[in-house]
């Protein structure tokens, strides 16, 4: 079974400063990741994904994620952050075995101020 | 825009009365989810389909019920809503993954926030 953690569940930072939300996945076989977007009282949207390849995905809205196997981490960076960017992210897997849905992490508030 | 739509985006019901939530899609994915998302939770996935397959997760409570007449609807019912059974439910497709794997991004309705009385 596969699971997703996320370490922080808020990362208040200043405005046009980078910032990195992490994720550490646990599997037995090989994933693919994903990392969502939700603002408020609205649904997720698919902010980048890594399925094989470069394991330096890039994303909407500037935002980019590093895959590292041998860390089994997915973290997320931003290198300057704007008040919009506020928001719950949430990491989620996929195994690559059979039929799978995703798992998701519990989220990491990203709070933005002046 | 191609989409997924939620109706209503806010529903409000008695406690036991049942209610009826519904989603459609205009992308004319195979796989259409139903998730559960209490305040500050990551969303929970109550069942899905695959095509006209229907897959229940475990957990789901047997009040869940789900159907899906048609590819670009899919309708979730409560059949006696209990208070902890407040919250966001969200829609989302995707397409089916090559050999069934759920590698596909999924697409996401705006929620239907559902409160009971």
């Known amino acids: 079974a596969q699971s997703v953690t996320q370490l922080d569940s808020q990362v208040p930072v200043f405005e046009e400063a980078p910032v990195e939300l992490r994720c550490n996945y646990s599997s037995s076989v090989s994933v693919y990741l994903f990392w969502y977007v939700q603002y408020p009282n609205q649904g997720l949207q698919l902010l980048l994904k890594y399925l094989s390849g470069s394991t330096l995905v890039k994303g909407i809205n500037g935002f980019e994620a590093e895959f590292n196997k041998s860390q089994t981490s997915f973290h997320l960076r931003k290198p300057s952050v704007h008040i919009s960017d506020t928001a719950e992210y949430f990491c989620a897997v996929v195994t690559n075995s059979g039929y799978s849905t995703l798992t998701f992490g519990k989220g990491t508030m990203l709070l933005v101020s002046p | 825009d191609a989409m997924v739509i939620q109706n209503p985006r806010y529903q409000v019901t008695q406690f036991g009365k049942p209610v009826t939530l519904s989603c459609s899609q205009t992308?004319?994915?195979?796989?259409m989810y139903w998730y559960q998302q209490k305040s500050s939770q990551a969303p929970k996935l109550l069942f899905h389909?695959?095509?006209?397959?229907?897959?229940n997760e475990a957990d789901t409570p047997d009040n869940f019920q789900s159907r899906r007449p048609n590819t670009s609807f899919c309708f979730l019912d409560i059949r006696s809503p209990g208070l902890g059974d407040a919250a966001m439910y969200l829609c989302?497709?995707?397409?089916?993954?090559?050999?069934?794997?759920?590698?596909?991004?999924?697409?996401f309705g705006d929620g239907t926030r559902l409160s009971i009385l």
């Open positions: 389909y695959y095509d006209k397959d229907f897959n």
């Open positions: 992308l004319n994915h195979n796989v």
């Open positions: 989302a497709t995707s397409r089916a993954g090559t050999g069934r794997k759920g590698n596909q991004p999924q697409h």
